[in-house]
């Protein structure tokens, strides 16, 4: 499966983003799908996973109540809708895809930036 991240882009401190990221390939509804973040000078770290039919999501600590992943079976994408936006949030985001019977996250797009201004 391929993907493309989109959406990122500067914001200031307190305001709002959607991340969407788009797959081409395979059967998109067979893959449960993540949001990955790395800051600078920072590991990679799971921001957000949703299951294969949406019906389970899990958060980093550091964005649960202010971010939200979906996706739309039927449009093939993923969605990251970011709030509350904070500084430290700034990173460049990465989608990631792992198929369902897969142990870890074998496809990845491209980075988006996100850069959150104080």
């Known amino acids: 499966v391929q993907l493309q991240a989109y959406g990122g882009g500067l914001v200031q401190a307190g305001g709002s983003l959607r991340l969407s990221c788009a797959a081409a390939g395979r059967t998109f509804s067979s893959y449960h799908m993540g949001w990955f973040r790395q800051a600078p000078g920072k590991e990679r770290e799971l921001v957000a996973r949703?299951?294969?039919?949406?019906?389970?999501?899990n958060y980093a600590d550091s964005v649960k109540g202010r971010f939200t992943i979906s996706r739309d079976n039927a449009k093939n994408t993923v969605y990251l809708q970011m709030n509350s936006l904070k500084p430290e949030d700034t990173a460049v985001y990465y989608c990631?895809?792992?198929?369902?019977?897969?142990?870890?996250?074998?496809?990845w797009g491209q980075g988006t930036l996100v850069t959150v201004s104080s």
């Open positions: 990631a895809a792992r198929y369902y019977d897969s142990r870890s996250f074998d496809y």
């Open positions: 949703i299951s294969w039919s949406g019906g389970i999501t």
